[in-house]
């Protein structure tokens, strides 16, 4: 059973940067895709970005350029550097984990979730 733990939420400006992490235990990070989702009150969670066990990401066309994914296999740990920050960005980041070989950023896909973390740009 694998346990997903986010941090690194807050509040910036329009532009500034965050740097969420997923620090993920029971399993091994190598083994697994890992993804970043988002989600408001209301709207349904949306894929933002993917990571596959060897290294391949996907991101959702929205953030492309701006924000980075990335896996430390040793320290079982999935980031996401969100650079140019927009007040659409304004959301709570949930970190996901599932069993397989594709990045996909449909949420029915993954199997293991985070609590969230709450990133607010104004």
């Known amino acids: 059973h694998v346990q997903l733990v986010e941090s690194g939420g807050d509040s910036v400006q329009a532009g500034g940067s965050l740097r969420l992490s997923c620090a993920a235990s029971?399993?091994?990070?190598?083994?697994?895709?890992m993804g970043w989702f988002r989600q408001s009150p209301g709207k349904e969670r949306e894929g933002v970005a993917s990571v596959d066990p060897i290294g391949d990401t996907n991101y959702a066309q929205s953030v492309k350029g701006r924000f980075t994914v990335s896996k430390d296999n040793n320290k079982n740990i999935l980031y996401l550097q969100m650079n140019g920050l927009k007040p659409e960005d304004t959301d709570v980041y949930y970190c996901?984990?599932?069993?397989?070989?594709?990045?996909?950023?449909?949420?029915?896909?993954?199997?293991?979730w985070g609590e969230g973390t709450q990133v607010t740009v104004s």
């Open positions: 996901a984990a599932r069993f397989g070989i594709i990045a996909t950023l449909i949420p029915g896909r993954y199997t293991y």
């Open positions: 029971g399993g091994t990070a190598s083994s697994y895709c």
